[in-house]
């Protein structure tokens, strides 16, 4: 794992979804906060701007839908990756992504490896 990861924010209301990436996450010791709604995400987000390298954001969250939870955690992490999960295809919920910035997607169900693959990209 490249070096340029050490903490991640994990963004999904299921948790299972969040306790799988966080375990694949650990074989290469990136520590992981969670949250479990956009609400939630945010102020998260608030606390420990400084130390978050790479956010996964569901696209499909109560309350606030992943594409506003996006645009206010983009001003609070600017330069930081995100990778955005979703059950649809990348084409069906490219009106949720942000037309341009630094993301990635990943499709639910996903495989380790495809999670191993975009952490390997990223860290680049």
């Known amino acids: 794992m490249p070096?340029?990861?050490?903490k991640a924010?994990?963004?999904d209301d299921e948790e299972y979804i969040r306790e799988v990436i966080i375990e694949v996450l650990k074989l290469w010791s990136v520590e992981c906060l969670q949250a479990g709604d956009g609400k939630e995400a945010?102020?998260?987000?608030k606390k420990y701007h400084d130390e978050i390298d790479l956010v996964f954001l569901d696209l499909n969250l109560p309350n606030l839908s992943g594409r506003e939870v996006?645009?206010?955690?983009?001003?609070?992490?600017p330069e930081k990756p995100f990778v955005f999960?979703?059950?649809?295809?990348?084409?069906?919920?490219s009106v949720e992504l942000p037309k341009n910035g630094n993301f990635k997607y990943l499709k639910k169900p996903f495989f380790l490896e495809s999670i191993k693959s975009l952490i390997e990209e990223i860290g680049k």
């Open 42 to 45: 945010i102020e998260v987000c």
């Open 3 to 6: 070096g340029s990861i050490k």
């Open 85 to 93: 999960m979703s059950g649809y295809d990348e084409d069906h919920s």
């Open 9 to 11: 924010l994990i963004i």
């Open 70 to 77: 996006y645009e206010k955690l983009v001003t609070i992490l």
